[in-house]
């Protein structure tokens, strides 16, 4: 999978792609991030170019690709989602995920959009948190529909 170019997209798309470039450079422990959308389709994506098929040999996709995070991300926020609706539990805010090898952190931007980060397992969670929560900030008032059905356009037309 081929990271999208900006080349060509709006303002908007262009600053979430700034922005997730920014959380996974600028945030120490952070292997990956994606935005997915409400029906599980990833939107944006931050491939780690140390996991790519041409140096695991894998077709189908590395394990720990963007596409394997999506995946992730959308099961585990429709499994959050459908738990606080048996618990009363409101609207789910952020889930983590907390392994051996490393940590999952999902959080809601809007209209069930999702951010999803693959974090190392020595990760600042709180770091991490905090700076998922000014994604969020920054980009949960921008993701539209417009937006979002642009950004799909440029993930399918980078496959």
Not at 47 to 65: C, E, I, V
Request: charged share 15%; hydrophobic share 40%; net charge negative.
């Amino acid at each position: 999978m081929t990271a999208p170019s900006t080349f060509g997209l709006s303002t908007e798309a262009r600053n979430l792609h700034w922005l997730l470039s920014n959380l996974v450079e600028e945030v120490p422990g952070v292997h990956s991030v994606t935005v997915v959308s409400s029906d599980g389709l990833m939107l944006l994506s931050s491939d780690p170019g140390h996991l790519t098929a041409q140096n695991t040999g894998r077709q189908d996709g590395p394990k720990g690709s963007s596409a394997d995070l999506a995946t992730i991300v959308s099961g585990i926020g429709s499994l959050t989602i459908g738990a606080a609706k048996l618990m009363d539990g409101g609207g789910v805010k952020q889930t983590m995920v907390a392994m051996d090898e490393g940590s999952v952190f999902v959080m809601s931007i809007s209209d069930g959009s999702l951010l999803g980060v693959h974090a190392t397992p020595d990760c600042d969670m709180s770091v991490i948190a905090y700076h998922m929560a000014l994604f969020v900030g920054r980009a949960g008032h921008v993701l539209t529909p417009e937006l979002r059905s642009e950004l799909r356009k440029s993930m399918e037309s980078a496959q």
